[in-house]
């Protein structure tokens, strides 16, 4: 069977995806594995004895030895302080010091087992809390700079409503000047000062002397003679 470390990866990948935040570091996943071992050490020695122990081994071996298939009524040469017994494996299965100090062994282990997953839950917990505090402090502090710039904004159209708009001043319009124009424009008109003005010309011909009008004689009655009559 070829080993693909891609699938791997990807298999732990898709297992840390449902871990929290604070077991998904490789440091943390290790101190972990650390405080479980430190925790089922710490009950075991509270415990067990050296003796106990011994009778854990014994019985691991007896169970281990029928498991392969070796005889159960086979002896096993069990050392105590008054000399070596032989015992049969099936004998250490059923023996209530064997038993009880393989009772005593796995209860010692789920104890350390769960005193380690107790300080690793309220080791989360404290991070939970932790990150929803600062989530809460920065939505909080959102939400206050949002105010401080609705009010700034309110300010600024309360001052731009009441301050006089000023005129803006108006381009220059620069007239371009094309033969269309040119074109269309209207001639220059000279004015009658000017034409007064301008001096006349030597070959022009004399003005003629303005005629006299005729002198008007008093009405006169007919058959009657006047002083002024000839």
């Known amino acids: 069977m070829s080993y693909d470390p891609w699938e791997v990866n990807s298999r732990q990948g898709r ?3 449902y871990l929290p935040d604070f077991l998904q570091k490789k440091v943390s996943q ?3 594995l650390m405080l479980v071992a430190a925790c089922i050490n710490w009950q075991l020695s509270e415990r067990m004895s050296e003796q106990q122990y011994y009778f854990v081994l014994l019985y691991l071996r007896a169970h281990i030895s029928m498991f392969i298939g070796l005889d159960p009524v086979g002896n096993i040469s069990v050392s105590s302080p008054d000399g070596s ?3 049969t494996r099936l004998g250490i299965t059923e023996h209530h010091y064997f038993t009880g100090s393989w009772a005593r062994f796995c209860d010692a282990i789920l104890s350390g087992i ?3 997953f107790f300080y690793t839950a309220l080791a989360v917990t404290l991070s939970l809390a932790n990150k929803y505090i600062e989530k809460s402090a920065q939505k909080r502090q959102q939400a206050l700079d949002e105010i401080d710039r609705q009010v700034a904004l309110e300010k600024e159209r309360e001052r731009l409503r009441w301050e006089k708009p000023k005129p803006a001043p108006t381009p220059p319009i620069e007239t371009l000047e094309t033969d269309v124009t040119n074109e269309f424009a209207s001639p220059q ?7 007064l003005d301008e001096p006349e010309d030597e070959d022009s011909s004399p003005e003629p002397p303005p005629e006299e009008p005729p002198i008007a004689k008093p009405l006169r009655l007919p058959g009657r003679i006047y002083r002024d009559d000839d």
Do not use: C, K
């Open 15 to 17: 297992f840390s995806q």
């Open 30 to 32: 290790w101190a972990v």
């Open 85 to 87: 017994v032989d015992v």
């Open 114 to 116: 769960g005193m380690a």
């Open 189 to 195: 008109v000279e004015l009658l000062t000017e034409l």
